[in-house]
């Protein structure tokens, strides 16, 4: 049984080797990373206003907790109201990273005031869905962007602090796959300077709430390579052709 245990603990160490090399070592090899755009600065500037001391704390509704959208707070767009906070302040991943692009694009549009707002309320019941993620192993937000023309997918290469991750797990010991909504921070490496995982900001369990975290790439319940998703907001410039319209 030992001889065995260890035989698929050394196979699970290739595998993952194996696993990791292609899609990180573009991000390894990357150049300095170049100047933040606006909205990632703005981004990180409000996340930093954000407690850590378990004032917003991690709740996922089970059934009969409708009306609850996951956000700190109520959330306005344009004057009107289009997500619902609850009377403790609690927190889950995805509400929190829209809460935190909704004040960012907010702030955006008022400091652009030339630019016609591409998600306006009436589109936000379906961008929030796709934020919140259509599907097991979906892209969650940058599906979002993309579909608004606002945002990108970008590879781990390109990625930048202040973008929007959509975490996808591996199976772990049970067969389970989870996923995590996360605004990342930076890589992480190992004593090789190879990426083994990276820092975010978002709100877990494990951190009570609103709070950075690292996270690691893997088997049995590691962050999965080939779904974790990146996305950038790109917004229009002001005077700028007008985005896609979005299809529901």
């Known amino acids: 049984m030992i001889r065995n245990l260890r035989s698929f603990t050394l196979l699970s160490c290739v595998l993952l080797a194996f696993t990791l090399a292609a899609p990180l070592r573009a991000a390894e090899e990357a150049e300095a990373a170049p100047e933040l755009p606006e909205f990632n600065k703005m981004v990180l500037d409000i996340i930093a206003t954000y407690p850590t001391d378990g004032t917003h704390d991690y709740w996922w509704p089970k059934s009969g907790g409708g009306g609850f959208d996951g956000c700190s707070m109520d959330m306005y767009l344009l004057g009107e109201k289009v997500m619902d906070g609850e009377p403790q302040k609690r927190t889950f991943c995805c509400g929190l990273t829209l809460e935190v692009f909704l004040r960012a694009y907010n702030a955006w549009l008022e400091a652009h005031p030339g630019v016609d707002p591409p ?130």
């Open 119 to 248: 998600v306006k309320p009436a589109d936000w019941s379906d961008f929030q869905r796709t934020w919140f993620v259509l599907e097991l192993n979906g892209p969650g937000p940058s599906a979002a962007l993309v579909k608004y023309g606002i945002g990108e997918e970008v590879l781990p290469a390109d990625v930048l602090p202040g973008d929007f991750v959509q975490i996808w797990r591996t199976k772990n010991a049970k067969g389970r796959v989870s996923g995590h909504s996360v605004i990342f921070l930076e890589w992480v490496r190992n004593a090789e300077d190879a990426i083994i995982g990276f820092r975010y900001w978002s709100t877990q369990t494990s951190t009570k709430g609103v709070n950075e975290r690292v996270e690691y790439f893997g088997p049995l319940g590691g962050m999965s390579t080939e779904y974790t998703f990146f996305g950038r907001v790109k917004m229009p410039e002001a005077g700028g052709a007008a985005a896609p319209e979005a299809t529901n």
